[in-house]
């Protein structure tokens, strides 16, 4: 059985499921942020108070959660490249840009290793 013509709804589930990854990347990148934002703020707390400020494992658990984060984008991107490739030609879309969101999605996994060394820093 032949299909009468390509189905664009095909390409844009790929695309759909690749802005899901971004999403979910950037949320577990920002939590990690927080994460590693609070201890500095406990550690503030103990200062004040006339405790020596433990360095603690926030840092290091926020570092882990942006490296995550951009891993989730990176595989998201990975996964959404590979799809591409194996659609016919007919199958994709005329109007299709497959550069700015594989572009978007590798410079938001350069960021969260920017901010993860930071954060360890």
Do not use: N
Request: net charge positive; with cysteine.
């Amino acid at each position: 059985m032949e299909s009468a013509g390509a189905d664009p709804r095909v390409y844009f589930a790929a695309e759909r499921t690749l802005l899901a990854w971004l999403r979910t990347g950037i949320g577990i990148m920002a939590f990690g942020f927080v994460v590693a934002r609070f201890g500095l703020f406990l550690r503030l707390l103990q200062a004040r108070g006339g405790e020596p400020a433990s360095h603690g494992l926030s840092p290091y658990l926020g570092a882990a959660l942006v490296a995550l984060g951009a891993g989730a984008i990176a595989g998201g991107a990975v996964q959404y490249r590979r799809f591409c490739r194996r659609l016919r030609p007919d199958e994709l879309p005329s109007s299709r840009s497959p550069l700015l969101p594989l572009a978007l999605a590798w410079a938001l996994v350069g960021l969260g290793a920017v901010v993860s060394a930071i954060l360890l820093a």
